[in-house]
């Protein structure tokens, strides 16, 4: 699977949008985009994944560049429960490829 | 996190002791994978079960650890004479099928294991 690179930290103030990115510059054609979130003490929490298209659901969007060598995870209104350390992560889909490297991921922090 | 059940939350054992860590997917999924994450790191993958069987245990230790996802009952992660370095969260996840990998796992809120 190909690396990604994400901003170590960042922050973003209480109900605001929030844009996380992530440079993933060596994606393969077959590779999906994944975001999970790990809120302190638990473990990661599934929060979205694409291929090509744009994507919505409950929790974020995702926005991937027509390129596909960067995606951008949004929370549209940042709450103090957002505060997390997100992942992108690639996974191949028809490899066979099951596991997923983490990297270190973005700390995201909320301010009130 | 609902669904994917792990026991216990946190565990401490003593240097050269057994820790067994239990699993349960989530209804309907028939495979589970475990990782490991030290202070400070990502998670990194540890071994992939399905039911009786370990497809890939690549990243697990050579010695001590073992798994099992047997055909009922949850998964056991074990690891058996417990060093200071073993110290550390191992979470378990699962999935209803590889068929397509685009499929996202579900991870329970994981194990706090300590060795004092």
């Known amino acids: 699977d190909a690396k990604t690179t994400q901003p170590n930290s960042m922050e973003s103030n209480e109900e605001e949008p929030v844009h996380l990115p992530c440079n993933h510059s060596t994606i393969s054609g077959t590779d999906y985009i994944h975001w999970y979130r790990q809120l302190p003490s638990q473990g990661p929490e599934y929060v979205i994944h694409?291929?090509?298209s744009n994507v919505n659901n409950r929790m974020a969007s995702l926005a991937i560049a027509e390129d596909r060598k960067s995606s951008t995870l949004i929370l549209h209104r940042a709450t103090l429960r957002d505060a997390a350390v997100y992942y992108c992560?690639?996974?191949?889909?028809?490899?066979?490829?099951?596991?997923?490297?983490f990297g270190t991921g973005t700390r995201l922090k909320v301010l009130a | 996190n609902a669904g994917v059940m792990q026991n216990p939350r946190h565990l401490v054992r003593r240097r050269g002791q057994e820790a067994r860590l239990r699993c349960s997917p989530m209804k309907g999924h028939s495979h589970v994978y475990w990782y490991r994450q030290l202070p400070e790191e990502g998670l990194k993958f540890m071994v992939y079960l399905q039911k009786e069987n370990i497809i890939d245990e690549s990243g697990m230790p050579k010695e001590r650890f073992s798994a099992e996802f047997p055909k009922e009952g949850p998964s056991i992660l074990r690891i058996q004479q417990v060093v200071r370095g073993d110290s550390a969260a191992y979470f378990c996840?699962?999935?209803?099928?590889?068929?397509?990998?685009?499929?996202?796992?579900?991870f329970g809120d994981g194990t706090r294991l300590s060795i004092l």
């Open positions: 694409g291929l090509t």
């Open positions: 996840a699962s999935s209803p099928s590889q068929t397509y990998s685009n499929q996202p796992q579900h």
């Open positions: 992560i690639l996974r191949d889909a028809f490899s066979g490829t099951y596991k997923y490297i």
